[in-house]
């Protein structure tokens, strides 16, 4: 049976709590690569490094797992792979391995950023029916958003984000329970129910634009045309019903389409100033539908396919 908790233990586990809570978020302060500024996070950059490779070795399983091709299409894993040299060689933090893995499946619209340097692109992306790239600049466009994504520490902050507040809740919750205060219980769960929900989602929403602004800096940076990007979010918007409704799973927790263009097209100018500042301008107008013909393996229809598209637990197209 439970012990009614003493008014002075009352007081002190709050107390403790806050402590602890001060303690993790001094220890995560960390400088921002990108702005420079202050930031949370409690991942070293060696922790993310490891995390990112785990993570990209249990999604590469995953689709190999439902015969996916991976990299067997020497053309397009040639431009995928030059591409994100030229840009990683103009991106924040140098010490990381970029490295962009070509997944050959023609079905699946997405690219998305592990931690630590490591990228999927896949091919459906320039689908001809519902991909949203057509050219090299467009192409750069997407895998400079991605690059952005792991120079910004975008999962890792986010799962910081995240960690500080579900444990402020959690303690609450634990308090509330060995104080029997059912009521006060049920107030902390539903705050983290919100918490998880709206604060989450609008701070990645958040990052989704900047990893848009900076990926666009270093496209332009690397020599291809930063007026690509705006137009991929821009085809997007216009896409018929039933292309938006396919699972572009790249675009499911980004910011409305309509706004990102209208946000890249206001620091265009920039870019455009770093673009012409380049010491390389890459011919980035060449069609991804001129390539030569793929030579990816097709998948057989009676193997199993992923029902929509895989999608790494944490982290963030
Ligand atoms: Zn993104």
Redesign the pocket.
């Known amino acids: 049976m439970k012990q009614p908790a003493t008014p002075i233990l009352t007081i002190l586990r709050p107390l403790a709590l806050a402590a602890v809570l001060l303690t993790l978020g001094a220890g995560c302060a960390t400088t921002d690569y990108v702005t420079g500024k202050r930031t949370q996070n409690m991942y070293t950059l060696a922790d993310e490094i490891q995390l990112g490779r785990s993570a990209y070795l249990e999604t590469r399983n995953t689709l190999q797992k439902t015969d996916t091709p991976i990299n067997q299409d020497p053309a397009r894993v040639a431009l995928i792979r030059e591409i994100t040299t030229n840009i990683a060689a103009v991106a924040h933090i140098t010490n990381l391995t970029y490295e962009t893995t070509f997944v050959g499946d023609p079905d699946i619209v997405n690219a998305y950023a592990f931690p630590g340097g490591h990228m999927m692109v896949f091919e459906g992306l320039w689908n001809e029916t519902n991909g949203l790239v057509q050219t090299v600049d467009e192409l750069a466009a997407v895998i400079g ?1 991605e690059i952005a ?1 792991v120079n910004c520490r975008h999962s890792t902050e986010a799962m910081t984000r995240q960690m500080l507040p579900n444990l402020l809740l959690a303690g609450g919750m634990i308090w509330a329970e060995i104080e029997e205060k059912e009521d006060l219980q049920l107030l902390f769960g539903g705050l983290m129910v919100v918490h998880n929900g709206l604060v989450v989602t609008k701070y990645s929403r958040k990052d ?1 634009l900047e ?1 848009d602004r900076v990926g666009m800096f270093y496209m332009a940076q690397a020599g291809y045309d930063p007026a690509a990007a705006p137009r991929v979010w821009e085809r997007l918007s216009q896409a018929r019903p039933t292309q938006a409704s396919q699972p572009l799973s790249i675009f499911s927790t ?1 910011p409305r389409d309509t706004l990102r263009a209208q946000e890249l097209r206001k620091h265009l100018p920039a870019a455009r100033a770093r673009y012409e500042a380049a010491p390389v301008k890459r011919d980035g107008t060449r069609r991804l539908s001129d390539l030569p013909p793929t030579t990816t393996p097709q998948k057989t229809k009676s193997k199993p396919k992923p029902k929509s598209n895989p999608q790494p637990k944490h982290y ?2």
């Open positions: 958003h994504h989704e990893a980004h963030k197209n």
